[in-house]
């Protein structure tokens, strides 16, 4: 083939490859089968690769680029990302158009335009395009500066990187919410859960999480996609409504939801608010309210904002989703740390889009609390859409059947005699050899966070344990592929994974195998602030009891559960299985008592542009203290998104509380 004739074949696989993907991602209306497009992608690949002077950036098989180093960099939004103000019921909504008219000196007789649109549960991210190509993706973050994920971004097929427009203006920005589909969710945790790995909490995080990988590889192979809801800049662009705005996303090859609605008033966006919370199960993507924006553009210039949010949107929440249900069975479940759990058993029933068969009573008070019986009728819903739990219980529906459910004195896994420690809800097995605290020990030993041991998970763990092949976490690294081979559904590639992956394991942070070790009362905090203190895991055995609760911030509680952990025979015995097995931990970085933030203490509250930790890293390292409390010695409080409790008991204190921006503007000060 002449180079004139590959070029041209390669021009128009190109042409081919985006139009598939504009009409499978953008239209949701398939035009060839996947072989097809397998096919021409294949093609193209081969093209390529045989003449790699041809491959340009926007070529769909670039989608993938090179894995980041360092971290993500931050990048300054050209107009601030804000929050909506959250409306819950009917009420709160009128009171919201109300304060609309006050500032727009509308008469009750004057109707206001509303756009109704679902509120999709994902991640809000920025787009921006220069002469029509995509340059730049970014997270809100703080609103006023977010996370530079344009790599990642360029890996979700939803999203263009060249509008479909035949002019394109100089500069647009989109905004949006990357999200992951509910059916692909679940064929996410079905490979997780056949992998042996831990299941993704929700799809929501799983999206955040994704789109954070340092790898481009590893956001690629997860299924995210894209709505776009806002154009919030176009150079040259006269609209006079945000519907036209949505039209002309469309047009630009976003895809915009569907059902999107026009409302003439506020009773039409009222009907479109009940109507989605009868529908919102039916679709393929999580949503937990309706975002209601005035339509007129002229509107929204003149209402203007007020603090973080502007006043011509409102997010109506919807309450959680209670159902009426049938108590079938109480049970216990024994936890790492011997914590005896009470579970409710139930008549599956329907709530929030999933079947919810079993709800957690929390502890033996609650279950009292409550007074939740076998056989009773019940009222549930999902914790943040997410946990199932027990409202209450409808006491007219008994008939006297129902049985009360009584704590046990032994526990249900090993029969050891069980205690509840004074001042403490939580009733305990105290036996270390107890096979149900073994199991979820391993669990959470392997689990992120802690070593975070990729391709062993809850389902592995099980099998290890049926097989006899494991007792405690030093087990673990004596395993060979020989051995995993023969379990039941382990290839021999997945066999030699996990072998690799214990062995990468060996040489761990001391923090994260203190917490990993599931010693009570030491999270990730508590264990980096013993690690920081002690250096080594030889220096903390050596430690006394007054030593460790001498750690500022972790106090008498956790020092003495350390010290008993490590005198308990057992617990020895283990260590020193680990240490024959391979497993050294790092030697951890003292503490700095020096340093521009030395002697100030930073509490990190709220929804951050990037994990807690790595903020704590940040202050740690320039001197200060990080906690997870507020209190009269704490100097900072940094908030994001929802901050809570925590940013209402800075204000109360008087301590200085910063948004993100601020504490970015803090640290270029030092």
């Not at 066999?495 to 999270?523: M, S």
């Amino acid at each position: 083939m002449s180079t004139e004739s590959i070029q041209n074949e390669i021009a128009q696989l190109r042409e081919q490859i985006n139009e598939y993907n504009y009409r499978y991602y953008i239209k949701d209306d398939p035009s060839v089968s996947d072989e097809e497009y397998d096919v021409a992608f294949h093609r193209l690949t081969e093209l390529e690769t045989a003449h790699p002077e041809l491959i340009t950036d926007d070529s769909p098989t670039q989608r993938v680029g090179a894995p980041l180093d360092g971290e993500f960099p931050t990048v300054q939004h050209r107009h601030p990302m804000l929050s909506l103000q959250d409306v819950r019921g009917e009420g709160e909504l009128r009171d919201w158009e109300n304060r609309l008219r006050r500032h727009l000196h509308l008469d009750a007789e004057t109707e206001i335009e509303y756009v109704c649109e679902p509120k999709i549960d994902g991640l809000a991210v920025s787009l921006v395009y220069e002469n029509g190509h995509l340059t730049q993706g970014a997270t809100r973050g703080d609103g006023q500066r977010g996370e530079n994920i344009t790599g990642n971004i360029r890996t979700i097929r939803a999203i263009p990187w060249k509008l479909r427009l035949g002019e394109a203006p100089p500069e647009l920005e989109a905004r949006g919410e990357v999200y992951i589909k509910r059916s692909e969710f679940e064929k996410l945790n079905q490979r997780q859960e056949e992998e042996g790995k831990q299941l993704y909490a929700n799809p929501r995080n799983t999206a955040a999480g994704s789109v954070r990988q340092k790898d481009p590889k590893a956001t690629a192979a997860r299924p995210l996609t894209f709505f776009a809801y806002q154009l919030q800049t176009s150079e040259g662009g006269n609209f006079k409504t945000h519907l036209e705005t949505l039209d002309y996303l469309r047009e630009a090859g976003f895809p915009v939801n569907g059902k999107v609605r026009l409302c003439k008033n506020l009773r039409e966006a009222l009907e479109f608010v009940e109507y989605w919370q009868t529908q919102r199960d039916e679709e393929d993507y999580a949503t937990d309210g309706v975002v209601i924006k005035v339509n007129s553009l002229n509107l929204q210039d003149e209402l203007g904002f007020v603090g973080r949010t502007p006043r011509w949107a409102a997010a109506y929440k919807y309450a959680p989703e209670e159902q009426v249900t049938k108590v079938l069975d109480i049970g216990i479940n024994v936890g790492r740390t011997g914590a005896l759990t009470p579970v409710a058993f139930l008549e599956p029933v329907q709530i929030a889009g999933t079947v919810v068969s079993k709800a957690t009573l929390h502890n033996e008070d609650e279950l009292h609390r409550k007074d939740i019986r076998v056989g009773d009728k019940v009222i549930i819903r999902k914790a943040g859409e997410i946990i199932p739990e027990v409202v209450k219980v409808l006491l007219d529906e008994r008939n006297g059947s129902e049985e009360e459910f009584h704590f046990p004195e032994n526990c249900p896994a090993c029969g050891a005699q069980v205690v509840r420690p004074e001042g403490e809800a939580i009733v305990r097995c105290v036996n270390a050899e107890c096979p149900a605290q073994r199991e979820r020990l391993l669990q959470h030993f392997v689990s992120r966070g802690a070593m975070d041991i990729d391709g062993v998970g809850e389902k592995l763990i099980a099998q290890l344990i049926a097989a006899g092949l494991i007792i405690d976490v030093a087990d673990l690294f004596t395993l060979t592929k020989e051995q995993l081979i023969d379990l039941e559904r382990m290839a021999e590639k997945s066999a030699q994974n996990v072998v690799t992956a214990l062995e990468n394991a060996k040489h761990p942070p001391l923090a994260r195998l203190l917490f990993a070790l599931g010693i009570r009362h030491v999270g990730t905090q508590t264990a980096e602030l013993i690690a920081a203190r002690f250096g080594s895991l030889e220096n903390l055995q050596n430690a006394t009891q007054e030593e460790i609760a001498g750690i500022p911030e972790v106090g008498p509680v956790a020092g003495q559960a350390v010290r008993e952990w490590l005198d308990e025979e057992h617990n020895q015995k283990v260590l020193l299985k680990l240490a024959a097995g391979g497993v050294h931990p790092q030697t951890a970085e003292p503490a700095k008592t020096d340093g521009p933030l030395a002697g100030k203490s930073f509490v990190f509250t709220g929804t951050l542009s990037r994990p807690r930790p790595e903020f704590e890293a940040q202050v740690k390292a320039l001197g200060a203290k990080a906690s997870g409390s507020v209190s009269k010695k704490t100097d900072y409080v940094v908030v994001g998104e929802s901050p809570g409790s925590k940013a209402q008991k800075a204000e109360e204190l008087g301590v200085k509380v910063l948004s993100e921006g601020e504490f970015v503007a803090l640290l270029n000060e030092i």
